[in-house]
């Protein structure tokens, strides 16, 4: 089974910081049309929020898209976000087999990411982000090699499976595709984190994480869930690890070791996602510049702009009836959003083409895009101490570290919908 090949437009990739903190119309589309039934639905006694009834327990869907952002490089989302579908697609990764791969990687730099489906089940994903350990740079080794490696082969497993769905635990998951990258002659050595999830049709969700990659999950403007990082020391995660023969034999002879935790050392999680919910996977990237009130102040700000949250502060957060819409290709209007954007102008935007070659703004493109431009804007602010520069603070007191902390940045958003079955 192939993976998906993007495209993307040509055209200034450079965004200037007040242009990058409004440019949500520049975003992904996705290249298919949703082919769920829209949502029926009622206004309950409630003022906001909208019940839904069915005579058998409502189906979750899972509207799914990326951004990320190579570090050293100027952030363009119209150019890495990334959008997938279960309909149409059958899984979104680098190809490992790819003759040309480091030339055709998806441009995350040294993080990686997927999204499946997981077998012939239209109606279940596997998804999941990864960050390579830059330290293997100093041997020669590509960093970037392992963690797209990794994410390409979970990919693989996930849309193989050829067992019931409720079988397959992304601890497994990231045991098989770890398996396969020991496997893989093409790749000698290397390390990665790793975050992964495993979504069913009913909204039961498990996660497994290692090290310092991880997730959040908001409710009605409020954080319902979030990891914890593992780590073993200061700036030193819990990570996966392909150790060479020869560098092992040295680390023996000069009295070092290398850090090799395993899949079985993930931390697994299990939540249930309900409609309007909003789940981000995202590498250290984000989490070392944006803490989660950070996260859930982004997110609530476009949900409620876009209009899939309703309400205030003093009526409470409910669900709009348009959120299905809101998700399809198409659904987010550029017109309330602000006019300073990279594109060339409000009534002839640039066009960009992403996945099979169709447009359309989408809701969790705008989710995603979003929290990989404001972790890139905080990277770079010497002025705002982030979650790494306070946490080096308290481990190197007598240091002086401030500002962000520059690095590559990849967030994966999954945003829940009710369908009928």
């Not at 363009?76 to 003759?99: G, I, R």
């Not at 020991?182 to 009913?202: F, H, R, W």
């Not at 999950?217 to 700036?235: E, G, I, K, M």
Request: with cysteine; charged share 20%; net charge neutral.
């Amino acid at each position: 089974m192939a993976f998906l090949v993007f495209a993307s437009r040509n055209g200034s990739s450079l965004l200037t910081s007040a242009a990058a903190r409004a440019w949500c119309p520049a975003i992904g589309r996705l290249s298919h049309h949703d082919l769920q039934a829209p949502l029926s639905s009622h206004k309950g006694s409630g003022l906001l929020y909208q019940r839904r009834h069915f005579s058998s327990k409502p189906q979750i869907t899972y509207r799914i898209s990326v951004s990320c952002s190579a570090k050293g490089r100027p952030f363009n989302p119209e150019k890495t976000c990334y959008n997938f579908d279960s309909v149409q697609h059958s899984a979104l990764a680098d190809n490992p087999n790819s003759k040309s791969k480091r030339q055709n990687r998806l441009g995350c730099g040294e993080d990686a990411f997927f999204v499946s489906r997981v077998g012939n089940d239209l109606a279940a994903v596997a998804f999941g982000v990864a960050d390579g350990v830059g330290g293997w740079a100093e041997f020669g080794i590509d960093p970037a090699d392992f963690s797209h490696g990794l994410c390409s082969y979970m990919a693989k497993s996930a849309l193989h499976w050829e067992h019931p769905v409720e079988r397959l635990r992304p601890k497994n998951l990231i045991q098989m595709g770890y398996n396969m990258l020991l496997e893989d002659g093409s790749i000698s050595a290397g390390g990665s984190t790793a975050s992964v999830g495993v979504a069913q049709k009913d909204g039961r969700l498990e996660l497994a994480n290692l090290g310092d990659s991880g997730s959040v999950l908001l409710r009605l403007a409020a954080v319902h869930h979030y990891s914890v990082p593992q780590t073993h020391d200061f700036n030193t995660p819990y990570q996966l690890s392909m150790i060479p023969p020869q560098r092992r034999a040295q680390g023996v002879t000069f009295g070092g070791s290398y850090i090799e935790d395993l899949p079985r050392d993930a931390v697994v999680t299990n939540v249930g996602m309900q409609h309007g919910d909003v789940l981000i996977l995202a590498t250290d990237g984000v989490f070392d510049n944006l803490n989660n009130q950070d996260i859930l102040k982004i997110i609530t700000t476009r949900m409620i702009s876009a209009g899939a949250w309703e309400g205030s502060a003093a009526e409470g957060i409910g669900i709009s009836e348009r959120l299905n819409e809101l998700t399809k290709p198409g659904g987010v209007d550029i017109e309330f959003l602000s006019p300073q954007t990279s594109f060339k102008s409000a009534e002839q935007p640039s066009k960009s083409v992403l996945c099979n070659g169709t447009y359309g703004h989408t809701l969790q493109a705008l989710l995603a895009a979003s929290i990989v431009g404001e972790a890139k804007l905080a990277s770079i602010d010497s002025r705002r101490d982030g979650p790494f520069a306070k946490e080096a603070q308290r481990y190197f007191p007598w240091e002086v570290y401030h500002g962000g902390k520059v690095d590559d940045i990849c967030a994966l958003v999954v945003v829940a919908v009710e369908a009928v079955p």
